[in-house]
Structure formats: structure tokens, C-alpha cells
């Protein structure tokens, strides 16, 4: 069946991953907070935050802020955003391949609505993608198939027609379960290899690493 739709994973393989253990840590010691304490907090209410059910705010009141701090939520959430970082080669494939005019790209990925919104706006996603199915909007979390299906139906996409591409092995497997094509993201160059064996031609790209902007002829 020929590809028509191509849905990518946003953390882990346009960018980097926006608050994930690594993130956390580096930002536990950047404001003198313990590590595992945090991580016990973040625990607590990621899914309620990953899902919309609150906000970014209500989740730091939660896990940061549930106590005097001698900084402030502004200074901490400046920080967490700070550190997403996009894969500018990944970019400028995904550049490329929608230029073709071939394909309907979308992003199927967890995240809250605050650092989706930042990460979709300094990536310079929303010029290559044409719907973005994250958890904050959705209301479902990869793996559960409920969030593939959604994608599907709000796309009108056929599961043998659409690729996803994740960095995370086990949000394989329901795409997978459901008809879709998978392909476990390692790096850009062999993506645009799994891309070609399942039929779909990304064409020449280019990558500017300077200034995290991505540009594809």
C-alpha cells in the first residue's frame, strides 16, 4: 500500500526530550533541589500534566513549589524550557519529505501543553506538520492505543498506509498491533533509510546546525 500519512515522535526525534529523568536531574541541581525527591514529586501528577488535566503551573505547585523555594515558578519554568534543543538533521528530513507534496506529516507524541506549544514554536514545526496529536490535547498517553486511534481517525489516514517513527521502542508496538508501519528512530541518516524501504522518498536535505533552524532546497 503507498504511504500517505507519516507521523513523528517529537522528543527523541525532532528534538530532544523536553522533561524527561536526564532533564529533571540536570534542573534538580541547577536550583539546589534533591534528585530523587523530585523524582518522587514529578511521579505523582506527570499523567494528569501529560494528559491536560492541569497546567504546567498546577503540576510545579505540585512537585517544586509545594514549599518555599528561593526561586521563583517564572525562573523555573524559564529553565525547563530552556533546555529543549531540536535535532536539526531530523528536521530538515522532515522538511523535506513534506515538500514533496507526497505525504501528510503529523507529530503523536506525550507532552505537556506549555512545553508541546514552546517546542512546536522554537523547532519550527508548525510549517512542515499539518496536525500535531499530542497527550496534552488528546487526552490519552502513548502506549495506550487509544492515542493511535484518534490519530488515525482524525487524520482519515488507513493504519497500512502511515508510518510512526518513535525514539521508544515499546510506543511501537500498538501503532504496530493496529496496521501502521514502525520505525524505531536512531538517528537521522538511517530513519531516511528505514524511510526508503517502506516507500517513502524523503529527497535531498540539508541541516543548519548554527542557529537550530533547519533548511531543506
Known sequence: MTIT?????????LGNNGWDRGERAETARHFGLDVEELEEMHGESVSTLEMGRITLEEYLRTAVFYRPRPFTIDAFK????????????????????????RYRLMTLNNESAELNQHRLDHFGLRDIFVAFFSSCWVGALKPARRIYEVALAIAQAEPGASVFIDDRVRNLEPA???????IHFTDAARLREE?????????????NTGDGSCNSP
Not at 504496530?176 to 514502525?182: C, E, S
Request: aromatic share 8%.
Open 176 to 182: 504496530r498491533q493496529l496496521g501502521m508501519q514502525t
Open 5 to 13: 500519512h507519516v507521523f513523528f515522535d517529537v522528543g527523541g526525534v
Open 78 to 101: 524559564s529553565h525547563m524550557l530552556s533546555l529543549s534543543q531540536p535535532f536539526p538533521e531530523t528536521i530538515a528530513l522532515a522538511r523535506a519529505l513534506a515538500r514533496t507534496g
Open 195 to 207: 524511510l526508503a524501504r517502506v516507500g517513502v522518498a524523503t529527497g535531498p536535505f540539508t541541516a
